[in-house]
């Protein structure tokens, strides 16, 4: 039997503050600012060296007493205000014992740092290898004992089950329920996860969660709207069937990724619906483009990726049109549908953004190379693609609730989060999600080598020089970790690898298990990897006997990425924990980083500047990159600040079609 | 060609099983615009009104509480393929629907979210009202009941009868005032005096009251419902209003146009009766608020309701006129399209007219009120600041902040972060600067030919008055005045015969001294001395006459001109002695003695004055060349002349109790220009007024313009 108030908790989430404009947006800013200020991180030293301080009081406890201290934390947490406040300093000493004790790990001082920076709500910067798992789960524990809701979220289903059972010895011992939740659970057995304290899921399975809770209870998912209707009949449905206990804390790990580079991915709850005149419309349009040429019929936009009909491409339509039925009559709509088509054949390209399996266009994700077998494009686009490739055209799916990472994390009452590589978003994480970044140091001293980039004039000339720094580090007996942006990229080198005689691993596209073990392995001595930037995230490459005094893993980057994020990203696979490394970017003018986002002026000119190896050229060419990094971001900023704002729009314009979020 | 939006949206999902449809209220009307059909519809709760499409509205009618959006939806497809609104239309539709209250839908309100947007709308009123603080409406009651009830009484005007009538009323004043204009003119001089300004308004808010339930009477006629009526504050002087927007959702356009000139109609008519009362009338009070009220109703009526620059009346007739609804909004956005499309390169700029001329008229409405506001508004402007100082300043800061600060920076929001610039942000962004820097540019550093005016007053440099030297009956002319004299030349011809009767009394007195000298020499030796001295001063009495006899012939002093404008008019009359009969001037050189204000001063010191020249009053198309001039270092204040006064009629202010009219208000300086000796064929003549133009050397117009607004400041607050 559930209290009102837990009844009325299980879909309770917070509502979030409206998007600020102008001077307002300014503002508060400058309160981020403050919360990111200096004096931050020296709180935080100062109240986790308190904390180390207590160490050799807990030392000498027996597990009993021990487990006895930690209840009656929980306890003061459980009351929340000022008791869990005061009660912050040695609750957390006693949890820093018990993982010492079940886990092995006794974490460091930094640790101790990210633990406290997340119980503030700060999204904490940790290099990669700083044992953020273990950071989380301190952090989580002090979380998990107010007994709210409470999501750690990280990248993989494989890392979710992973973490979940290395920690679990942790949280039995702490008095804390722990679950998870893998994408092909059932709902039941989800429930039961949700009902622990602590619930470790990938950020798709929350966000789906969430809205299948919500299709479930539709209009009821107010609380207050739900808690009176109960009052008045008490035998009227009231939440059963609900998988969450609502939305409270969450700690997000490698929150860049989740909270910005994969904000606006929508997730989508669908159900496929016959619709034959829409596959239809999808196959003749790819008829009517079979005739229209580039650059004749149509031009071709690559910066905005649009495509765009000439006069004579639109004569040439009408023409083929005539003959056909009403949709097609009128210019809007068939311009549209054939546009649409044109993009699918320049824009889509097999081996890039999809690959065909089973006579299927299966999604690959830019980001990772990974096949995205769930994933559609939006109506029509699918179809289009499928169109072009020949294949039996799909039906398209149907939405039936659909919500943004953007928008589902704003849900949160308390949000903290980890990653690598933060500072560069810092603005942009307290505008739209009200974390504020602080940067914790590292627990050893970083000895990476940083070689300046070095820019090629052509994309041959760029893999030419990969291949042969990959030969010349694999003589001396260094592994290598090459990081391509594409799929497509890491094929090509991976044919070059094998045209010179080097051997190598290709971690493209495969089970995120089996990616970490590749990726646990790169670290052996002469070994060559090659993966697409984010590929086997979250593990840690152990050097192998004898790398660290041959200079540790190099790490290569064949081209710059969109976010400088992502890049040092790559970089901080090489050079953990004190280890030895180095790393470089390859990289070409023709990259596409530099073609979508210079000013075309600016671009040709640094292009003819290194194709003539003036001077300087190289200086020019990495100031270049910068700028285009820095353009890539601003424009990806406004674009997802924009999809917020048109979430938010449609939310209140469309409210008499009932919240979709309660 | 622009866009269109999509056929298929990810946001469908959220509407497509929704089972929506109109309020039962909302009442739909047909309306003709160029040609093209739209359907207005009208919630009568709030007077909103929404314009549709066609297109558009055979999805909207065709939503029933029984059917899905979705369904809907894909009938309207089916039938008009073309038209039919894509999901993504359909959404926005739906939303600016619900918007506007006038959707009905199944599931319960978001309560908080109606609150919010009623919120957020008071919010945006009020802000709209206090930029629009010249204007500020107080809505007050609910006139349509008793309009109701009035309405019998009124009905038989406002039809054929009522035409009839105000034809024949109007045409009789209008033959009134072509009768009497002289008279009007006179009269109208007086109209802004002071004690008039009280008569002035009261006949002013009589008649917009007058004015206003013209309009409300008209549209309640036609079936409008007029809920509103206020006051509102124009310029912070308080006037009724009425709300007759009802008159927009009229199917007929006549109907519309004729409740948009309801209000001028009926103030002409009131105009003629004042005319005719007028005319009837011989001076007193009733005259005077006769004429007031006429001159009120015709030039307000006239120049500010019939205006479609300005929005009142005139804009909304011309907007019915024109068929193109939201006029002004249109042609901002029409002139934003030029702008986009050929300045910033916008190829998919959306025009926003349908056809050629539209596109003419949206664009010349556009310039010509956005020229007009500008005027009309800074005028109003000085004319609060000049009688308010505080509340000057303080309206010239909101002022400043509605039509300077909030255009700016939205014009900068809009240049940096409106997506449709997305790829033509450079160029934009340039072309505005380079637009903005030109004009700064011009306006900073081109040299304009530059000059200021002073008025002045013409007099020789040498002259002399002629005088009567002895008392006389003006007789004959010698010397026609104007022509040129010598020295010694008769001018005028005086008469005495006082003098001649004591010439010859003097004469004979003086015979009569001789005399009795001649007697004494034989008889009395001594009585010799006193008479010869009776006989000197006999002798210098006739002397004396004589000269004075002589001196009836007024004779020219000096060579010259002889001017004697009045001389002419004293024939036959008598002047004493001493009398001024006209001047001698000397014809080749003559001053012009030019008053110069306070603030011209420093340019009349600082900088080189490089060229004059005069234009003398009655002859402003002949330019008189200045040889050369001088300033008078130092201020003076006391005027050469009372013609350059007010009380003459002149343009530089005067204390009021100087009787003579030459004490200035303000210290001046005097600058004297010396003619150039050819007159050029015109007449100068000493003691013609006119104004003197410097010709500074060529200054930019931004310092120019700087320097008159602290000099503005600096005199009417002294800051």
Redesign the interface.
């Known amino acids: 039997m559930n209290t009102p108030t837990q009844d009325y908790r299980r879909t309770a989430f917070h509502q979030p503050e409206r998007l600020l404009k102008g001077l307002d947006a300014a503002l508060h800013g400058v309160g981020g600012a403050y919360r990111r200020r200096a004096g931050v991180l020296a709180g935080l030293r100062r109240q986790a060296e308190q904390v180390d301080a207590l160490a050799r009081e807990y030392q000498d406890l027996s597990n009993h007493h021990l487990q006895e201290r930690l209840l009656e934390c929980r306890a003061h947490f459980r009351r929340g205000g000022r008791a869990s406040a005061d009660q912050l300093v040695p609750a957390l000493a006693a949890v820093r014992e018990a993982a010492d004790r079940e886990v092995g790990l006794r974490p460091f001082v930094v640790q101790l740092m990210g633990a406290l920076a997340l119980h503030r709500g700060y999204l904490a910067e940790m290099a990669t290898g700083e044992g953020k798992t273990l950071t989380a789960g301190l952090a989580g524990v002090l979380w998990a004992w107010t007994r709210r809701p409470c999501h750690i979220i990280t990248v993989n289903d494989y890392l979710v089950q992973r973490d979940a059972e290395w920690l679990k010895p942790l949280y039995h011992f702490c008095g804390v329920r722990v679950g998870f939740v893998t994408g092909m659970m059932p709902p039941d057995e989800r429930r039961k996860a949700y009902v622990c304290d602590l619930t470790y899921a990938t950020s798709k399975e929350v966000t789906a969660d969430f809205l299948r809770d919500g299709l479930r209870v539709g209009p009821l998912r107010q609380p207050t709207r739900r808690l009176v209707r109960h009052l008045l009949r008490p035998a009227a449905e009231g939440a059963d069937g609900l998988v969450m206990r609502g939305l409270h804390s969450a700690i997000v790990d490698e929150a860049d990724s989740v909270l910005i580079d994969e904000a606006v991915t929508p997730l989508i709850i669908s159900t496929f619906r016959a619709n034959d005149a829409l596959r239809e419309v999808a196959r003749l349009a790819h008829e009517l483009t079979q005739p229209l040429r580039p650059e004749t019929d149509y031009w071709v936009n690559h910066r905005y990726r649009e495509v765009e009909l000439t006069p004579v491409g639109r004569a040439k339509l009408a023409e083929l049109c005539a003959p056909l039925p009403g949709l097609w009559r009128g210019p809007s709509r068939r311009m549209e549908l054939v546009k649409q088509a044109l993009v699918a054949r320049e824009f889509y390209q097999p081996g890039k953004q999809y690959i065909v399996a089973d006579s299927k266009v299966v999604i690959v994700d830019e980001f990772t190379g990974r096949q995205m077998p769930q994933r559609t494009w939006r109506q029509g686009m699918h179809q289009a693609v499928e169109a072009k490739e020949g294949l039996p055209i799909s039906d398209p799916t149907e939405t039936v609730a659909r919500i943004s990472f953007q928008r589902y994390f704003r849900f949160y009452h308390r949000l903290a989060g980890m990653t690598g590589t933060a500072r560069e978003a810092a603005a942009e994480l307290w505008q739209i999600y009200r974390l504020p970044v602080v940067t914790l140091p590292t627990h050893r001293p970083c000895v990476r080598v940083q070689y300046p980039d070095r820019v090629y004039p052509s994309e041959e000339a760029k893999w030419e020089a990969v291949v042969a720094e990959i030969g010349r580090m694999h003589a001396e007996g260094r592994p290598v970790l090459v990081g391509t942006r594409s799929v497509m990229a890491s094929e090509t080198l991976a044919q070059q690898l094998t045209e010179a005689g080097l051997p190598y691993k290709l971690l493209n596209a495969v089970r995120h298990a089996e990616e970490a073990l590749i990726v646990a392995v790169a670290g052996e001595p002469g070994r060559i990897t090659i993966a697409t930037n984010m590929a086997g995230r979250g593990t840690d490459i152990k050097l192998g006997v004898g790398v660290a005094a041959r200079g540790g893993l190099h790490v290569i980057a064949t081209e710059r990425h969109e976010s400088g994020r992502v890049d040092r990203q790559l970089f901080g696979r090489c050079a953990r924990q004190g280890d030895p490394g180095s790393a470089q970017a390859l990289v070409s003018v023709q990259d596409e980083l530099l073609r979508r986002f210079l000013p075309r002026l600016v671009h040709g000119q640094v292009r003819r500047w290194v194709k003539a190896g003036a001077p300087g050229a190289q200086a020019a060419a990495e100031a270049a990159l910068a700028l285009a990094q820095r353009n890539a971001q601003r424009q990806a900023y406004k674009l997802r600040r924009s999809v917020l704002r048109t979430d938010d729009w449609i939310e209140e314009s469309l409210s008499f079609a009932g919240s979709e979020t309660g | ?1 622009a ?2 939006p ?3 949206s ?6 497509a099983n ?1 089972r ?1 449809s109109l309020r039962p209220s909302v009442k739909v009307q047909r309306q003709w615009y160029r040609g093209e059909r739209w359907l207005v519809l009208q919630d009568p709760l709030s007077n909103q009104f929404f314009r549709l499409r066609p297109a558009a509205y055979e999805f909207v009618a065709r939503l029933r509480p029984e059917r899905t959006v979705e369904e809907v939806w894909r009938e309207c ?2 039938r008009f ?3 039919a609104p ?1 999901q993504e239309a359909a ?1 926005q539709l ?2 600016q629907l ?2 506007a209250n006038l ?1 009905q ?1 199944t ?4 309560t908080a ?1 109606l609150f919010q ?1 009623h919120q957020k709308r008071q919010q945006r009123e009020l802000r709209a009202r206090l930029l629009n603080i010249m204007f500020l409406r107080i809505p007050l009651l609910d006139p349509d009941s008793f309009l109701v009830r009035t309405l019998p009484a009124v009905r038989p005007l406002i039809g054929v009868f009522g035409a009839i009538l105000w034809l024949a009323v109007v045409g009789v004043a209008l033959k009134v005032v072509a009768d009497n204009f002289p008279a009007l003119r006179n009269q109208a001089e007086g109209v802004l005096a002071p004690d008039n300004l009280l008569f002035l308004y009261l006949g002013f808010v009589v008649l917009k009251a007058l004015h206003e339930f013209g309009h409300a009477y008209f549209c309640r006629r036609f079936g409008g419902e007029v809920h509103t009526m206020g006051i509102l504050l124009m310029i912070f002087t308080p006037v009724p209003y009425m709300d007759a927007t009802a008159a927009w959702g009229f199917r007929e356009r006549w109907k519309r146009v004729l409740v948009g000139l309801a209000g001028v109609i009926v103030e002409v008519f009131v105009a003629a009766l004042a005319t005719l009362v007028w005319v009837k009338t011989g001076q007193g009070a009733v005259h005077s608020i006769a004429y007031n009220m006429m001159l009120v109703a015709s030039v307000s009526s006239l120049v500010f309701n019939l205006n479609p620059l300005l929005r009142f009346d005139g804009y909304y007739v011309l907007s019915d006129l024109l068929e193109i609804p939201n006029l002004s909004q249109r042609a901002n956005r029409q002139l934003r399209y030029w702008s986009e499309r050929y300045l910033f390169g916008l190829k998919k700029a959306e025009n926003p007219a349908h056809t050629r001329r539209e596109a003419v008229w949206l664009t010349v409405f556009g310039i010509a009120s956005g020229i007009y506001r500008v005027i009309v508004f800074g005028g109003i402007l000085l004319l609060v600041a000049d009688r308010f100082l505080l509340l000057g300043i303080l309206m010239a800061a909101v002022c400043a902040v509605a039509w300077v600060a909030v255009p700016l920076g939205r014009l900068m ?1 809009y240049l940096a ?1 409106s ?1 449709k610039l997305d ?1 033509h942000r ?1 160029r934009a962004v340039a072309v505005t600067t380079g637009l903005a820097a030109l004009a700064i540019g011009f306006l900073q550093f081109v040299p304009l030919p530059h000059h200021f005016r002073a008025p002045g007053i013409l007099r020789s440099r040498q002259w002399v008055e002629v005088h009567s030297e002895t008392a006389g009956y003006v007789g004959s002319l010698l010397t026609r005045p104007g022509s040129e004299v010598v020295a010694g030349q008769p001018l005028v011809q005086l008469a005495n015969p006082e003098l001649e009767l004591q010439l010859a009394g003097a004469q004979a007195g003086r015979a009569e001294v001789q005399a009795r000298l001649r007697q004494a020499l034989q008889e009395a030796i001594p009585n010799l001395k006193p008479l010869n001295r009776l006989l000197e001063a006999a002798t210098k009495r006739v002397e004396q006459l004589e000269s004075d006899r002589a001196a009836l012939t007024v004779r020219a002093a000096q060579a010259g001109v002889w001017v004697a404008p009045q001389v002419e008019d004293y024939t036959g009359r008598w002047l004493p002695q001493g009398s001024e009969l006209g001047l001698l001037v000397d014809p080749a050189g003559f001053q012009f003695h030019a008053i110069v204000r306070q603030e011209e001063g420093d340019r009349l010191f600082a900088v080189a004055l490089s060229r004059a020249e005069v234009r003398l009053f009655g002859q402003a198309g002949q330019r008189l060349s200045v040889r050369s001039f001088q300033v008078i270092p130092g201020e003076q204040s006391r005027l050469p002349s009372a013609a350059l006064g007010w009380l003459a009629g002149g343009s530089v202010a005067v204390k009021p109790d100087d009787p003579e009219g030459r004490q200035a208000a303000e210290p001046f300086f005097e600058v004297r220009a010396e003619m150039g000796s050819g007159a050029e064929g015109a007449a100068l003549f000493h003691g013609r007024s006119g104004k003197i133009r410097f010709d500074l050397p060529d200054e930019a117009l931004l310092p120019r313009w700087i320097r008159s607004l602290r000099q503005l400041l600096q005199r009417r607050y002294q800051l």
């Open positions: 060609m866009d269109a999509l056929t298929f990810e946001s469908w999902y959220r509407v929704q929506l497809l089916e393929p073309d038209e894509g959404i739906l939303a619900y918007h959707l839908y599931l319960a309100t978001d979210q947007r929001v972060s997506p790829r450079p």
